[in-house]
């Protein structure tokens, strides 16, 4: 078959499956990565493991859109309004869930070194997975919109504490003694390179923007030349693309208050690209990796729950949000997918005598979350009151 035939075949499936999903009551992210599980390499073998990766620039670019959209929440209001609050959850949230990840692991006998980097992954949230249930259940009010910039904050911190945590375990098999500092030193000038990069392309659609004689269509095909040019920029580079499509999505919002506007472009062009990134996340999902890991994958579930749920929990007691949404918001960060595995990708290529571990024990954690992680969410967003589906 050829690639157009999969991308079709995907599509029908992807949308037959959140349909059913929606009949059955459950979130239509569940029903795409449960119709890509099926047709995956655990039943079917319909999408193979070659035809996921030859594909990978769907997940290139739905990971860009995220990241961009997620990134135009993070308004200079939002800061004004929420700010103090997301810096105290998220550093609260994901400094919890990391310690407890990998004090956990390590017990029931996860390797050291690998315990330390399964921390870092714990800490991220799958964007798709947040912001389809939010658009699907047109949720607005202030769990929402907590949610939406703690997703950001979380996978920001996440991004910047992988990168130095793999230096320093790379630096734990090295023995020259200022490799370490070596290493984290270049970590540093990645991400602010990726900075640059986001801010640079913002800045470029933003002025565009700000030309009112710029229609809507031409505005929507620089939109996607910036996220192809950041993400290709990113994979040049060595970078992350979800960092620099991130800050973009922030410069765009902050210099040109068209969030709105931003937001209503992707929605034109979004549907299709997420039913692709999420039905072939599904595909990649192989059931046989749970009794590979066992206890650790299991451990991994448990730890990062705990973390994610207790750490809104405790440090909300901190914050000015309401009640109601400080025993429901530790729900909204359970869904994990794209930026965990692609982390764990890189961690396995950069670290050596990995042997598919960190993957295995991330992918497993990944089948929970992505199928219960929506549900969880959605029913959190219903006892707020804020759905209005």
Known sequence: MTYSLYIAVILVAGMGGGKLAKKLQLPTVTGYI????????SVLNFITSDIYYELGFVNELAL????LSVGTELHYRVFKAFGRNLIILSLGNTLLTGVTVVLV?????????????????????????????????????????????????DNLITILTFGVMVSFVQSLGNDAGTSGLMLVGTVVLDILFAFFVGIISGLFVSYFIRNEKTGNEKLMTLLIAALLFNSGVAHYFGLSPILTNMIAGVAISNLTSRKILIASLLNRIELPIFIL???????????SIIGQVGLIGFSYIIARSIGKYMGIAIFSQFTSISKKVRFNLGFGLLPQAGIAIGLATIAERSLPDVSGAITGVVLTGVIFFEIFGPLLLGKALDRVGETKV
Do not use: C, R
């Open 34 to 41: 449960l119709m890509g599980l099926f047709l995956g390499p």
């Open 64 to 67: 860009g859109m995220l990241a």
């Open 105 to 153: 692991t390590w017990f029931v006998g996860m390797p050291l070194q690998y315990a330390l980097i399964l921390g870092p992954l714990a800490m991220s949230v799958s964007p798709a997975g947040v912001v389809e249930i939010v658009k699907e259940k047109k949720s607005e009010g202030e769990m929402t919109q907590n949610l939406l910039g703690l997703v950001a904050f």
């Open 277 to 287: 990134f999420l039905t072939l996340s599904g595909a990649h999902i192989d059931i």
